[in-house]
């Protein structure tokens, strides 16, 4: 049942929320409406709007300054970069390898120069050897499977590193008949 005093009562007495939807001054006058939960009721008012009470102002006194001492941030580590003469061809990821670039490896130092490339993308080694070999080394972190890095060589590898293993491959066979491993 409607009550008179609180329209917003209903159904003996029975009280549900009213959330306020919109307000709009005109002319010191506020239109509320209002929505109940439950049962669909809704209901709007007229009266006169009434400015929200100040909030106390706090007092600022003035305090001598005193020298702020800084307080150092925290300085990220640097990613280490692996110097020169950790990997056979440090130029293998930069620019286009030559005969003369490879021209002096062994076999084996032919095969991990050309599995270098795929490890400094985090391809993981089924090859116990090579995966032992790359283990040692600082900047290696394995974290993609061989099957799905062979897969999408193209999309890990730049150009000029695909033209390089290829390349490499290519040299390790005409030298020595096939992959050291």
Known sequence: MFNKKNPMRYF?????????????????????????????????????????EPSPTPIVTATPET???????PTPSPTPTPSAGSYILPDSAARR?????????????????????????????????IAAYFAEKDWYYPSIDASVFDANQNSYLSEDELYNATFML?????????SYY
């Open 12 to 52: 003996s007495g029975s009280t549900f929320a009213r959330l306020p939807l919109y307000k709009l001054a005109a002319g010191g006058t506020a239109v509320v409406l209002t929505a109940s939960i439950g049962l669909g009721a809704f209901a709007a008012s007229v009266g006169p709007l009434s400015a929200p």
């Open 67 to 73: 020298a702020a001492t800084p307080t150092p941030s």
């Open 170 to 178: 290519g040299y390790e066979k005409r030298k020595f008949g096939k």
């Open 97 to 129: 390898l030559t005969q003369a670039d490879v021209a002096g490896l062994t076999w084996e130092q032919c095969c991990l120069a050309r599995n270098e490339i795929y490890a400094r993308h985090g391809r993981r080694f089924k090859n116990k050897d």
